[in-house]
Structure formats: structure tokens, C-alpha cells
């Protein structure tokens, strides 16, 4: 089909996603449109839950598999909203709706991109296309979910708006519960062991603490004091404070480490809630990369987490739109965000494919 219809159809569908409630875990009507587009175009499909996913026509089980995805689902909109978040429009160049940045323009341009390589002979890899559900909760039945179900993956291009630059790493995540405990006691009565002021010294902790090991791309761990909470009336000093702190993790650490670093060594107790959003990362003279870096792409390192933490192998994070937009109110992407979009992972793809 020619590019620019199929950019025009790419539009209309992403049109048609923000006008369905798709928030995480109530994605059934999108994954049917984007079942729709599917069926228009003669591509064969499955869906497990309200993940719809894909094989390019001459699939080759000897060939490596790049995975395309991005994700169907949204955040809730916020009361700053002056515009419907369900109804698009075009205003100024701009199409306004929720999703329609986050990811919603990065996921029907890849499926477009997906469909322009659909039917190609002798490409290098196999292209398997995923519009996963759940990711913004990172629930039960999103793309870590469906790994088990999917052939295996040997390089991703993972839809998220990144201004079409190359993110070449992503930073993980662990979120730790921490508490610092005392003496619970009157407060009329002399107390020398006050999780209060216990905590002071804690939080002085955190804030001078310095990891080690900085990334080219990513630089140094961020963790951040996010949560504080104690006590229950004026009169009673607290037996515990308990706080949450938030861990991004740089490409030259598992999360295993981290929380194995910070529990042997951080003056108070510490639980971490998960381990499984890892950071990631792909070599910077990858093919893929090269491929983008020739059509002028610029590489960085990302500090917001993605579907890349499910995988195990290299990802990119690349798409249109800008995530200084995603979950801000009147969410919008430009029209020609979106052209150049499909425009340039076709020109990627060429470089790497064929």
C-alpha cells in the first residue's frame, strides 16, 4: 500500500483508540479496533486477554525475531482536563486525547510500519508485532505476561514517545518500604529514643548516599524519598516511621544488587517490593542502532520505565511524540510527529532488514 495512505489509515485508527476507554485492564475494546485493522489488511492474528499480536507473512523459524510493540492501554485522566478526553480532535497540527502521546501514536505507527513489511520476502528477520495491554500497571496479563506465549525475541523496538531519538537504555526501578523504629512512649514523658528524630538521621542517609557505578548512557542511580508516615495523635510518640523509597537503576547494576547493597548497608530496615523491573539496554553499535544513527537519530538514555523491563533481550525505545506530554491533561501528538514517525521506522527497518 502506498506510505502515505497507509499514514492516513494509521491516524484514523489512533483516532478511533482514544475515543474506547482503554484504561489497564479494560482493554477489550481497543484490542477489537486494532483487531479490526488487522482483518482490513488480510493479516492473521491472535489475542491472548487484550494483548493482539502478529507474524510477518514469510515467517522463517531460522531467522532471528525483532519484536515491534508498543501498548493499547491508558492512565486515567486527570481533573485538569478541559478537553474530552475521549473525543479526538484535530487542533493547530495537534490531535488532543488520552493515550494519543502515551502510547497511542507510537503503537498504530509501528503498526503501520509493521504492515508495510508484512508481506516482504527475505528479510532478515522475522517481525512480530505486539499491541500489549496492561503496561501502565504493569498488570498480570501485559507483555511480561504474554512472553511465555510468544516465540523467541532476539532484538525489540518498544513504542514510546522518545521524539523519534534513539533511546539505547532504559533505567529499572525498585521501590523499597523502609521503617526506622523507637520507643513508643507519652509525649509528656522524657524520651531519648523517638522514631521521629531517629528518622532525621535516616533521611540524611538517603539523601548523602552515592552509588559507585555510572552509566555512559543512564548515569548515576537516583534514589528518592518518596513516602513518609507516622503517628496517630498529639499525645503519643510512635513506636515506627515508616517510609518509600524510590530506586532508578542504572544499566551497571541488577536490581538484585541494589537491594542487596542497600539492605547490608542502610541504617534502618528495608524491604524491596519487586525485582523485575530491570534496567535495559542495547549496544550502541548494534545494527538497528547504526540504522537509526545513519538517518541523523541521536542516542540517550531514558529515565522512565517502558515494557523494555519484561524483556531479556537488546530493546530501543523509540517513537513520536514527547514524554514530557504522557499523563499531563489535553494529551496530544502532532499529525507530522506522527508522518515522520512512520516515515523514519520505515527507513530504520530498511537499514536493518533488507
Known sequence: MNQDLLTQKAIE????????????????????????????????????????????????????????????????????????????????????????????????????????????????????????????????????????????????????????????????????????????????HPNDNNAIYNTIEVLEWFKNYSFDKTSEALGDVKMTVTQINAGSQHNVVPSQVNLVIDVRVNDRYSNKEIADLLKSEAPCELKERGLKLNSSRIDKDHPLVKSGIALGRETYGSPTLSDQAALTCQSLKLGPGDSTRSHSADEFIYIKEIEEGIDLYIKILEGFLI
Open 13 to 188: 485508527l489512533l483516532k478511533e483508540l482514544i475515543s474506547i476507554q482503554s484504561f489497564s485492564q479494560e482493554e477489550e475494546g481497543t484490542a477489537a479496533a486494532i483487531e479490526n485493522w488487522f482483518k482490513a489488511f488480510d493479516i492473521s492474528f491472535k489475542r491472548e486477554h487484550n494483548n493482539v499480536f502478529a507474524k510477518n507473512k514469510y515467517w522463517d523459524d531460522s531467522k532471528p525475531t525483532l519484536l515491534l510493540n508498543s501498548h493499547h492501554d491508558t492512565v486515567k485522566p486527570n481533573q485538569a482536563y478541559t478537553k474530552n478526553p475521549f473525543q479526538p480532535h484535530i487542533e493547530d497540527g495537534k490531535l488532543y486525547g488520552l493515550g494519543s502521546n502515551d502510547a497511542g501514536g507510537c503503537l498504530v505507527s509501528l503498526i503501520a510500519t509493521f504492515t508495510h513489511f508484512y508481506s516482504s520476502k527475505n528479510l532478515s528477520h522475522n517481525l512480530l508485532m505486539v499491541a500489549s495491554a496492561e503496561e501502565e500497571n504493569a498488570g498480570e496479563h501485559s507483555l511480561r505476561g504474554l512472553l511465555p506465549s510468544l516465540p523467541k525475541i532476539d532484538v525489540a523496538i518498544v513504542g514510546e514517545p522518545t521524539l523519534m531519538q534513539l533511546a539505547i537504555a532504559e533505567k529499572g526501578l525498585v521501590v523499597f518500604d523502609a521503617i526506622v523504629r523507637g520507643t513508643p512512649s507519652h509525649a509528656a
